[in-house]
């Protein structure tokens, strides 16, 4: 039987291709010194694309690639991936949700304590041995802090449960209200920010919800405010974002996501009141391992034709 | 005649307040000023010019309330100084900077903080054990160094959800932790001097048995006698090599020298600490580990938690003034 050739578009875990090779004929994008060349060579045995939330099957990769019949993405984020190719031309998507929820939801509430209680600035405190010349300053309580929430979907109701646990009044903002919740539902996200302390970005990248965060909502957040993103980094408008963190019209913000990583605006590295992570939301040892083992169980389902495991398209 | 400033402010009246004594201004005074206490006479003694024992000799002889931030440690030498003592109210989350078998010897009242710090306290717990466990200060330090590639990966944290957290010291404190990590999917454990009747996270009756059960563990009781280096070598072992350690009690519970070996040898897989036991002093061998986050004791310096402490030292001092119970006696010594 001809083997299946699956193209990988960058790094994103070594258990994962590990697992890809051992069963298929993996093309790893990354290492070629030429890309098109590489993948007009290799076109005609793959069969199926991994992806990440960096690096997606869009328009033009789909074109180059005739025999594709699924893309398969480590992240439950799809973005990236040109989804209305993919249907017109029948080509099954897979992404991971719910194995990676915890993970986001947990980091966001970190990131949340992290920016309230200063404990990266603290930490450096103590690095620097500051602290043997005065103590640190008051930080702001967490506990309490009205909680608004952008997409109440898994992540975001996931965020609203443990966010609870610290008494923090929640409401949220969605593309329709969610009857089933208590939490409080308001119609724009502008009212959502004008009505929250802490706002967190946990809705799906669209093209409607590009720039969700514009300056107007920063502004509502305003100078006491704090705006979480574990989103995608376009759901902030990230040059408005700096100048209201800089200009002291924005409290603080919590970023795990930026609209054109690996860069991350410098300005922000000066800030106290910011707290600046690499995209790690899902990044632990055991989620990473779920979902590698999502990614290769719906390429197997794919292949020996059952039903897929997480399908999207 | 002048009265000097320490004696306060309110010269006519002075007769008609009650006077409380303060060795050392509460960081409370630092926020609110002493407008907060207007309904006391406050005897500052570390306004005197006078060295404390003759300050003390002269101007606190009938003075009933002594109001104390925590670091000054009042022992016998002090109470002897101080005859008509009644009260003590603490604004310090601890405790063991009071004689407490002395105190109670001499039927003096101490009225603690109470649960007033308890969530302040829990969130910075909480904070530390996700920082710890997602490397978020590490992660923070690798961005704005400019290290972040996507080629490159920044070492992967350790899920929170699911952990066995061992809690030890189910005060207050204790149990405002347990609840907010229940609500991540952790698996609550403790330990306690008793056990609690209306508690259902399982019980162990020693720190070494919930160690070795434990993927974390959380020091929250206070520091005594027996719970000084509490968490020694062997407990460290026990919690193991992926284990995490979280310190929000004092420094001396844990057996510091102890710790850091154990983190250079990789017998632990990581701390989150607010309390050293010798602050401001923090072990030179912790200061570039990325395994480790590092807290300048602030886990009750909030706005909110000070303004909360005035209104809750206000209400004991009143409440003993007016011979009604205190809001927040020191029970079991």
């Known amino acids: ?313 | 005649m002048t009265t000097p400033n320490c004696l306060g402010n309110h010269d006519h009246q002075s007769k008609e307040l009650s006077q409380v004594l303060v060795l050392e201004p509460p960081p409370i005074m630092k926020l609110h000023g002493d407008q907060f206490l207007n309904d006391f006479q406050l005897l500052k003694a570390w306004e005197s010019p006078l060295p404390l024992d003759q300050f003390l000799s002269i101007h606190a002889q009938s003075v009933k309330a002594l109001l104390t931030p925590g670091r000054y440690p009042l022992t016998k030498n002090i109470l002897q100084l101080i005859p008509s003592l009644q009260l003590v109210v603490t604004t310090s989350a601890g405790l063991n900077h009071i004689d407490l078998p002395e105190f109670q010897r001499r039927g003096i009242a101490i009225a603690s903080a109470g649960d007033v710090y308890s969530e302040d306290v829990a969130d910075m717990a909480v904070g530390l054990l996700i920082d710890v466990l997602r490397k978020i200060s590490a992660a923070d330090r690798y961005v704005r160094k400019g290290l972040w590639d996507t080629k490159a990966e920044f070492p992967l944290g350790s899920k929170l959800c699911s952990k066995r957290v061992g809690i030890v010291g189910l005060g207050s404190i204790g149990q405002e932790v347990a609840k907010r990590l229940q609500a991540f999917g952790c698996r609550i454990m403790y330990t306690s001097r008793n056990k609690k009747p209306f508690v259902s996270y399982p019980y162990y009756s020693n720190v070494l048995e919930l160690a070795a059960d434990s993927d974390v563990l959380i020091i929250c009781c206070g520091l005594t006698e027996q719970t000084r280096h509490m968490i020694n070598k062997d407990v460290m072992l026990a919690l193991g090599k992926e284990g995490v350690v979280i310190n929000i009690g004092r420094g001396a519970i844990i057996d510091e020298k102890e710790l850091v070996q154990c983190l250079v040898q990789r017998e632990l897989a990581g701390a989150g600490l607010d309390v050293f036991e010798n602050e401001p002093h923090v072990p030179r061998e912790l200061l570039t580990m990325d395994n480790v986050v590092l807290s300048p004791h602030r886990a009750v310096r909030t706005p909110e938690s000070l303004t909360a402490m005035c209104e809750h030292v206000k209400g004991n001092l009143e409440a003993f003034f007016s011979n009604k119970p205190l809001l927040s006696p020191v029970m079991n010594i």
């Open chain 1, 1 to 313: 039987m001809e083997s299946i050739g699956v193209l990988m578009l960058i790094p994103m875990n070594s258990y994962l291709e590990q697992e890809l090779q051992r069963r298929y004929n993996l093309f790893k994008l990354w290492t070629a010194p030429q890309k098109p060349q590489f993948i007009k060579e290799h076109a005609d045995s793959i069969r199926a694309v991994v992806g990440n939330a960096f690096a997606g099957a869009d328009a033009e990769l789909i074109e180059a690639l005739p025999r594709l019949e699924i893309v398969s993405s480590f992240s439950v984020g799809v973005d990236k991936i040109d989804l209305a190719k993919c249907r017109e031309k029948g080509i099954r998507v897979t992404y991971t949700p719910d194995v990676l929820t915890e993970d986001v939801a947990d980091l966001a509430i970190g990131l949340m304590l992290a920016v309230l209680r200063r404990l990266c600035e603290s930490d450096r405190y103590v690095r620097s041995g500051k602290w043997k010349k005065g103590d640190y300053k008051l930080t702001t309580k967490f506990t309490g802090k009205t909680v608004g929430i952008i997409g109440l979907g898994r992540i975001g109701m996931a965020i609203a449960k443990r966010a609870e646990a610290f008494n923090c009044p929640i409401c949220y903002y969605s593309r329709t209200g969610k009857p089933d919740t208590e939490y409080k539902y308001y119609p724009s996200v502008l009212e959502l920010a004008s009505n929250c302390q802490i706002l967190v970005v946990a809705c799906s990248l669209t093209a409607e919800t590009r720039h969700i965060v514009n300056r107007e909502v920063m502004n509502a957040l305003g100078p006491k405010g704090v705006l979480i993103n574990i989103g995608r980094g376009p759901h902030i408008d990230e040059p408005e974002l700096v100048s209201a963190l800089v200009e002291g019209r924005l409290g603080g913000a919590g970023l795990d996501v930026y609209e054109h990583e690996p860069e991350v605006p410098e300005e922000l590295f000066g800030l106290e009141n910011v707290v600046l992570l690499p995209h790690v939301g899902t990044a632990t040892v055991e989620t990473r391992k779920a979902m590698a083992d999502l990614v290769v169980g719906n390429l197997e389902a794919h292949f020996s034709n059952k039903p897929l495991l997480s399908p999207l398209v």
